[in-house]
């Protein structure tokens, strides 16, 4: 969570370098879209996007957050990395519980989970293209809840009547941010 303290400092002088007046109207909207990261990922983030600033104005809050998420495309390929994963943990037969719920969506939109695992090798470009422009256009509409997506195993219980423990894994981790450099 953002300090206060570090975060005004860090408006502040990236004020002066853009030749903006702090105001604490900005520094309001600022710190209410960013008060979520870590003062360290955010510093970092405003380093890089004043080292790639080909303007002199103050960055938007978006260029901002392209450098602590990624863009829409990095977001859909670290969503389908996400995705591939799954099937290596569950493969066909287990549960997968994504913690990004556009990934069980775009899934669900491509089949459901035993025809993603079934495909095969020489359709997986042309899945990976549907699945990223899938993720882009979910992404768009904010979508958090999270479709059920079920393996084999835990089908035929449901079929059969059985109420045997699922074996459900979790692919991804809590949060839906690309960190920056990788760090959590």
């Known amino acids: 969570m953002l300090n206060n303290e570090s975060f005004i400092k860090t408006m502040t002088g990236l004020c002066e370098i853009y030749g903006k007046n702090p105001s604490e109207y900005i520094f309001e909207i600022y710190y209410e879209i960013f008060k979520d990261y870590d003062i360290n990922q955010f510093n970092n983030a405003v380093t890089k ?3 790639s600033n080909k303007y002199n104005v103050l960055p938007k809050p978006a260029e901002i957050l392209e450098y602590l998420e990624g863009d829409k495309n990095d977001k ?3 969503a389908w990395i996400q995705a591939k994963e799954g099937v290596q943990k569950c493969g066909y037969y287990d549960t ?3 913690t990004d719920p556009i990934i069980s969506h775009c899934i669900e939109e491509l089949g459901g989970w035993m025809k993603f695992c079934s495909c095969d090798i020489e359709e997986l470009k042309f899945i990976e293209k549907r699945f990223t422009d899938l993720y882009r256009l979910f992404l768009k509409r904010d979508i958090t809840e999270r479709k059920k997506l079920l393996g084999f195993s835990e089908l035929k219980n449901a079929n059969g009547g059985f109420d045997e423990p699922k074996n459900i894994v ?3 981790s809590e949060s839906r941010k690309l960190l920056i450099n990788g760090e959590k």
């Open 96 to 98: 997968p519980h994504f």
């Open 49 to 51: 996007c004043i080292k």
């Open 170 to 172: 979790k692919i991804g």
């Open 76 to 78: 859909a390929l670290f």
